[in-house]
Protein backbone atom coordinates (compact mmCIF):
# COMPACT_ATOMS: atom_id res chain seq x y z
CA UNK A 1 0.00 0.00 0.00
CA UNK A 2 1.92 3.26 -1.34
CA UNK A 3 1.05 5.70 1.51
CA UNK A 4 3.27 8.45 -0.41
CA UNK A 5 2.42 9.08 -4.30
CA UNK A 6 3.52 11.06 -7.30
CA UNK A 7 1.40 10.65 -9.67
CA UNK A 8 3.60 12.50 -12.48
CA UNK A 9 6.84 10.14 -13.58
CA UNK A 10 8.21 13.29 -15.20
CA UNK A 11 8.19 16.83 -15.75
CA UNK A 12 9.30 19.32 -17.90
CA UNK A 13 10.26 23.08 -17.64
CA UNK A 14 11.76 25.64 -19.55
CA UNK A 15 14.96 27.26 -17.56
CA UNK A 16 14.20 30.22 -15.93
CA UNK A 17 10.50 29.14 -15.66
CA UNK A 18 8.57 27.34 -12.44
CA UNK A 19 8.95 23.81 -11.71
CA UNK A 20 6.21 22.10 -9.70
CA UNK A 21 6.30 18.62 -8.17
CA UNK A 22 3.40 17.88 -6.36
CA UNK A 23 2.95 14.82 -3.60
CA UNK A 24 -0.17 12.88 -2.37
CA UNK A 25 -0.42 11.04 1.19
CA UNK A 26 -2.91 8.95 2.63
CA UNK A 27 -1.68 8.57 5.95
CA UNK A 28 -3.28 11.40 7.99
CA UNK A 29 -1.05 10.33 11.45
CA UNK A 30 2.39 11.97 9.01
CA UNK A 31 3.72 14.80 10.56
CA UNK A 32 6.65 16.09 8.67
CA UNK A 33 7.29 15.81 5.27
CA UNK A 34 10.83 16.06 3.29
CA UNK A 35 11.76 16.30 -0.58
CA UNK A 36 14.94 14.89 -1.58
CA UNK A 37 16.65 15.15 -4.95
CA UNK A 38 18.33 11.84 -6.43
CA UNK A 39 20.89 11.96 -9.01
CA UNK A 40 21.91 8.78 -10.80
CA UNK A 41 24.30 6.19 -8.72
CA UNK A 42 24.30 8.70 -6.02
CA UNK A 43 22.38 8.53 -2.75
CA UNK A 44 19.30 11.29 -2.06
CA UNK A 45 20.57 14.77 -1.13
CA UNK A 46 17.88 16.32 1.46
CA UNK A 47 16.16 19.15 0.15
CA UNK A 48 13.58 20.67 2.31
CA UNK A 49 11.20 19.57 5.18
CA UNK A 50 8.05 21.43 6.41
CA UNK A 51 6.51 20.03 9.61
CA UNK A 52 2.78 19.57 9.94
CA UNK A 53 2.47 22.37 12.21
CA UNK A 54 3.20 25.03 8.95
CA UNK A 55 1.69 25.23 5.60
CA UNK A 56 5.08 26.36 3.70
CA UNK A 57 8.55 26.54 4.32
CA UNK A 58 10.83 28.29 1.89
CA UNK A 59 14.72 28.01 1.31
CA UNK A 60 15.81 30.29 -1.46
CA UNK A 61 14.37 28.90 -4.64
CA UNK A 62 12.63 25.96 -2.92
CA UNK A 63 9.70 26.55 -1.32
CA UNK A 64 7.61 23.58 0.21
CA UNK A 65 3.61 24.25 0.37
CA UNK A 66 1.51 21.68 2.69
CA UNK A 67 -2.63 21.13 2.33
CA UNK A 68 -3.10 18.94 5.16
CA UNK A 69 -6.83 18.75 4.44
CA UNK A 70 -6.19 17.69 0.75
CA UNK A 71 -3.16 15.53 2.29
CA UNK A 72 -1.19 17.13 -0.61
CA UNK A 73 2.11 18.79 -1.08
CA UNK A 74 4.06 20.66 -3.39
CA UNK A 75 7.64 21.42 -3.96
CA UNK A 76 8.17 24.66 -5.93
CA UNK A 77 11.16 26.07 -7.66
CA UNK A 78 11.53 29.56 -8.97
CA UNK A 79 13.76 29.60 -11.22
CA UNK A 80 14.61 26.48 -12.59
CA UNK A 81 17.69 25.69 -13.30
CA UNK A 82 19.61 22.89 -16.07
CA UNK A 83 21.49 21.78 -12.09
CA UNK A 84 17.96 21.14 -11.22
CA UNK A 85 17.74 18.16 -13.35
CA UNK A 86 17.22 15.16 -11.50
CA UNK A 87 14.39 12.49 -9.63
CA UNK A 88 12.66 13.99 -6.63
CA UNK A 89 11.23 12.21 -3.97
CA UNK A 90 8.69 13.36 -1.22
CA UNK A 91 8.90 11.64 2.08
CA UNK A 92 6.75 11.65 4.92
CA UNK A 93 7.42 10.28 8.46
CA UNK A 94 5.25 10.00 11.71
CA UNK A 95 6.32 10.08 15.94
CA UNK A 96 3.72 6.91 15.77
CA UNK A 97 5.88 4.63 12.93
CA UNK A 98 9.16 6.49 13.77
CA UNK A 99 10.70 9.41 12.87
CA UNK A 100 13.54 7.81 10.85
CA UNK A 101 10.78 5.75 9.10
CA UNK A 102 10.61 7.63 5.80
CA UNK A 103 7.81 6.46 3.46
CA UNK A 104 8.90 7.51 -0.18
CA UNK A 105 7.06 8.32 -3.28
CA UNK A 106 8.14 7.03 -6.53
CA UNK A 107 9.59 10.08 -7.58
CA UNK A 108 9.05 12.21 -10.30
CA UNK A 109 11.61 13.14 -13.15
CA UNK A 110 12.62 16.41 -13.43
CA UNK A 111 13.78 18.04 -16.81
CA UNK A 112 14.86 21.55 -17.09
CA UNK A 113 15.50 22.65 -20.68
CA UNK A 114 18.33 25.24 -21.27
CA UNK B 1 32.07 17.95 7.94
CA UNK B 2 32.18 14.65 5.56
CA UNK B 3 29.06 13.06 4.67
CA UNK B 4 27.75 9.31 5.37
CA UNK B 5 29.90 6.88 3.43
CA UNK B 6 29.22 3.52 2.69
CA UNK B 7 31.41 0.76 1.39
CA UNK B 8 31.44 -0.98 -0.67
CA UNK B 9 30.13 1.20 -3.89
CA UNK B 10 29.35 -2.20 -5.51
CA UNK B 11 28.98 -5.68 -4.79
CA UNK B 12 28.06 -9.03 -7.34
CA UNK B 13 27.47 -12.27 -4.90
CA UNK B 14 25.72 -15.51 -6.49
CA UNK B 15 22.60 -16.74 -4.64
CA UNK B 16 22.76 -18.24 -1.65
CA UNK B 17 25.96 -16.55 0.03
CA UNK B 18 25.50 -13.79 2.63
CA UNK B 19 26.78 -10.00 2.05
CA UNK B 20 27.71 -7.35 4.56
CA UNK B 21 27.35 -3.23 4.11
CA UNK B 22 29.26 -1.48 5.88
CA UNK B 23 27.96 2.42 7.15
CA UNK B 24 29.86 5.32 8.93
CA UNK B 25 27.30 8.16 9.59
CA UNK B 26 28.14 11.78 9.73
CA UNK B 27 30.04 12.72 12.58
CA UNK B 28 27.69 13.40 15.80
CA UNK B 29 24.93 11.84 13.81
CA UNK B 30 23.68 8.71 16.44
CA UNK B 31 20.86 7.29 14.26
CA UNK B 32 21.67 4.99 11.16
CA UNK B 33 18.87 3.53 9.23
CA UNK B 34 19.06 1.52 6.07
CA UNK B 35 16.92 1.74 2.70
CA UNK B 36 16.40 -0.73 -0.16
CA UNK B 37 15.66 0.84 -3.69
CA UNK B 38 14.56 -1.63 -6.53
CA UNK B 39 12.69 -0.37 -9.47
CA UNK B 40 9.48 -2.49 -8.46
CA UNK B 41 8.94 -1.29 -5.28
CA UNK B 42 11.06 2.36 -4.72
CA UNK B 43 12.73 3.52 -1.10
CA UNK B 44 11.91 0.99 1.80
CA UNK B 45 12.48 1.48 5.01
CA UNK B 46 14.46 -1.70 6.10
CA UNK B 47 15.47 -1.23 9.85
CA UNK B 48 16.94 1.85 11.90
CA UNK B 49 19.76 1.88 14.95
CA UNK B 50 20.19 4.21 17.64
CA UNK B 51 22.56 3.44 20.56
CA UNK B 52 23.64 0.04 19.01
CA UNK B 53 19.74 -1.19 19.50
CA UNK B 54 17.79 -1.71 16.37
CA UNK B 55 14.59 0.49 17.35
CA UNK B 56 12.76 0.14 14.36
CA UNK B 57 12.21 -2.07 11.89
CA UNK B 58 10.49 -2.41 8.14
CA UNK B 59 8.65 -5.19 6.53
CA UNK B 60 11.54 -7.31 5.72
CA UNK B 61 12.12 -10.85 6.31
CA UNK B 62 14.78 -12.08 8.99
CA UNK B 63 16.97 -12.63 6.50
CA UNK B 64 18.12 -8.97 6.68
CA UNK B 65 19.74 -7.97 9.82
CA UNK B 66 22.07 -5.32 11.09
CA UNK B 67 23.75 -3.81 13.72
CA UNK B 68 25.11 -0.92 15.06
CA UNK B 69 28.84 0.10 17.22
CA UNK B 70 29.50 2.21 19.68
CA UNK B 71 31.05 4.70 17.27
CA UNK B 72 27.56 4.59 15.80
CA UNK B 73 29.13 2.74 12.28
CA UNK B 74 26.43 0.59 11.44
CA UNK B 75 26.66 -2.62 8.97
CA UNK B 76 23.96 -4.54 7.50
CA UNK B 77 23.42 -8.59 6.39
CA UNK B 78 21.96 -10.42 3.97
CA UNK B 79 21.89 -14.13 3.91
CA UNK B 80 21.14 -16.57 1.71
CA UNK B 81 20.40 -13.99 -0.80
CA UNK B 82 18.00 -14.52 -3.72
CA UNK B 83 17.74 -12.53 -7.02
CA UNK B 84 14.94 -10.54 -5.93
CA UNK B 85 17.48 -8.97 -3.04
CA UNK B 86 19.42 -7.15 -6.00
CA UNK B 87 19.14 -3.30 -5.05
CA UNK B 88 20.57 -0.29 -4.28
CA UNK B 89 21.27 -0.49 -0.28
CA UNK B 90 20.88 3.32 1.46
CA UNK B 91 22.33 4.33 4.48
CA UNK B 92 21.01 7.54 6.10
CA UNK B 93 21.74 9.27 9.29
CA UNK B 94 19.97 11.87 11.60
CA UNK B 95 20.97 13.69 14.77
CA UNK B 96 18.24 11.70 16.86
CA UNK B 97 18.59 14.36 19.27
CA UNK B 98 15.14 13.25 20.61
CA UNK B 99 12.60 14.88 18.34
CA UNK B 100 9.63 13.90 16.41
CA UNK B 101 11.09 15.35 13.22
CA UNK B 102 14.04 14.12 11.97
CA UNK B 103 16.20 15.46 9.09
CA UNK B 104 18.09 12.05 7.55
CA UNK B 105 21.04 12.64 5.39
CA UNK B 106 22.10 9.58 2.89
CA UNK B 107 25.04 8.17 1.66
CA UNK B 108 25.73 7.40 -1.73
CA UNK B 109 24.56 3.43 -1.19
CA UNK B 110 25.53 0.10 -2.09
CA UNK B 111 24.62 -1.39 -5.41
CA UNK B 112 24.60 -4.95 -4.68
CA UNK B 113 23.98 -7.34 -7.84
CA UNK B 114 22.53 -11.03 -6.70
CA UNK B 115 23.46 -13.45 -9.93
Known amino acids: DQQVKQNSPSLSVQEGRISILNCDYT??????FLWYKKYPAEGPTFLIS?????DKNEDGRFTVFLNKSAKHLSLHIVPSQPGDSAVYFCAASSAQTGANNLFFGTGTRLTVIP | KAGVTQTPRYLIKTRGQQVTLSCSPISGHRSVSWYQQTPGQGLQFLFEYFSETQRNKGNFPGRFSGRQFSNSRSEMNVSTLELGDSALYLC??????????????FGPGTRLLVL
Open chain 1, 50 to 54: ISSIK
Open chain 1, 27 to 32: NSMFDY
Open chain 2, 92 to 105: ASSLAVGTAQETQY
